[in-house]
């Protein structure tokens, strides 16, 4: 890819990214938030589809060749802004603060153009979650078990 297909198309996903997490900004405080926020108070509607948006910088860290667990790092990103934001109210006022596009296109300049390895904290970062869903899907295990054992011993 050239530097100048390269320029081009970072400038265009700067302007998604501004559009979708700074467009807009509560006077008299320095708090931004965009389109992501607002579309987002449909319930489910508006998360999938700011999703969707979310998933062009996530699809242009792909064809840019930006290291896997980058790109893993990144959809997660936006998974957790998906999952968060369908939350009633606390998913909108979360979305003010997440901003999980102007997180990926950070990871993209940091990768795009001359490609460096994932740091310790892409790593961490996927690991981490990853292990917050393993501990979330065993914890209704445990309180099963710990049930039937309760049963099973006044029996």
Not at 35 to 50: L, M, Q, Y
Not at 128 to 133: L, Q, S, T
Request: glycine share 8%; aromatic share 8%.
């Amino acid at each position: 890819m050239s530097a100048r297909d390269l320029q081009r198309r970072m400038a265009a996903l700067r302007t998604l990214k501004n559009t979708l997490d700074e467009a807009f900004r509560v006077p008299g405080t320095n708090v931004r938030f965009g389109w992501d926020a607002i579309v987002g108070v449909v319930p489910w509607a508006g998360d999938v589809v700011t999703a969707m948006m979310a998933c062009a910088i996530v699809m242009q860290a792909h064809h840019m060749r930006v290291p896997k667990i980058v790109q893993l790092r990144m959809l997660l990103n936006v998974a957790i802004d998906l999952v968060v934001g369908a939350v009633p109210l606390f998913g909108d006022i979360a979305d003010v603060f997440w901003k999980s596009n102007s997180k990926n296109f950070a990871l993209l300049e940091q990768h795009a153009g001359t490609p460096r390895p994932a740091s310790a904290g892409d790593w961490l970062f996927v690991g981490g979650v990853i292990a917050a869903i393993a501990v979330a899907a065993l914890i209704p295990l445990v309180v099963i078990y710990w049930l039937v054992s309760m049963l099973m011993g006044r029996a």
